[in-house]
T-cell receptor
Framework: GENVEQHPSTLSVQEGDSAVIKCTYSDSASNYFPWYKQELGKRPQLIID?????GEKKDQRIAVTLNKTAKHFSLHITETQPEDSAVYFC???????????FGAGTILRVKS | ETGVTQSPTHLIKTRGQQVTLRCSSQSGHNTVSWYQQALGQGPQFIFQ???????GRGNFPPRFSGLQFPNYSSELNVNALELDDSALYLC????????????FGPGTRLTVL
């Protein structure tokens, strides 16, 4: 089946701490994994993505790791700031139709 | 800004009516995907268009249909609206058939009464 599970559903961290969000996927043929940030009332914004030929990718305070054997990938945000507060979605591209299947989302709250 | 635009911003319809939503893709992007996002959930894939042809469809009934035009803009049509169709409808464009690096538009909020 086509499924992406995302945990936790909510995450509260203190400003300056790190935040980690984890996802698992079911389609072993998936080879592209983007992460989106969605602020209230706004569009999902692509913040980082990774392809299956890479194990880790970093962009400033954001990093994503991928374990293809275990079929899971994670988003790491370091030195969190209040403006990081949003809903974060992971997704995996399925082989059929190139469609993205999204996780249910994680509400991240960064307390100052 | 990503360059993907959608219209209208908000729409209120009654059950049984039909609706057309529009999307203009980012310059240079030839692939458009449509998603339905219910409140508190992740986007659900409806279908994807590449160069005016449907290229994959999610678990949505046939009353959800689409079009893509030669300029790569796109329409989503929903017939016989149901209350459960109330959601944010998002389109996303990407530069090629792979569907990688999809950039979303601001969405159309559809309310069905």
């Amino acid at each position: 089946g086509e499924n992406v599970e995302q945990h936790p559903s909510t995450l509260s961290v203190q400003e300056g701490d790190s935040a980690v969000i984890k996802c698992t996927y079911s389609d072993s043929a998936s080879n592209y994994f983007p992460w989106y940030k969605q602020e209230l009332g706004k569009r999902p914004q692509l913040i980082i993505d990774i392809r299956s030929n890479v194990g880790e990718k970093k962009d400033q305070r954001i990093a994503v790791t991928l374990n293809k054997t275990a079929k899971h990938f994670s988003l790491h945000i370091t030195e969190t700031q209040p403006e990081d507060s949003a809903v974060y979605f992971c997704a995996a591209r399925m082989e059929y139709g190139n469609k993205l299947v999204f996780g249910a989302g994680t509400i991240l709250r960064v307390k100052s | 800004e990503t360059g993907v635009t959608q219209s209208p911003t908000h729409l209120i319809k009654t059950r049984g009516q039909q609706v057309t939503l529009r999307c203009s893709s980012q310059s240079g992007h030839n692939t458009v995907s449509w998603y339905q996002q219910a409140l508190g959930q992740g986007p659900q894939f409806i279908f994807q268009y590449y160069r005016e042809e449907e290229n994959g469809r999610g678990n949505f009934p046939p009353r959800f249909s689409g079009l893509q035009f030669p300029n790569y803009s796109s329409e989503l049509n929903v017939n016989a609206l149901e209350l459960d169709d109330s959601a944010l409808y998002l389109c996303a464009s990407s530069p090629d058939l792979s569907g990688d690096t999809q950039y979303f538009g601001p969405g159309t909020r559809l309310t069905v009464l």
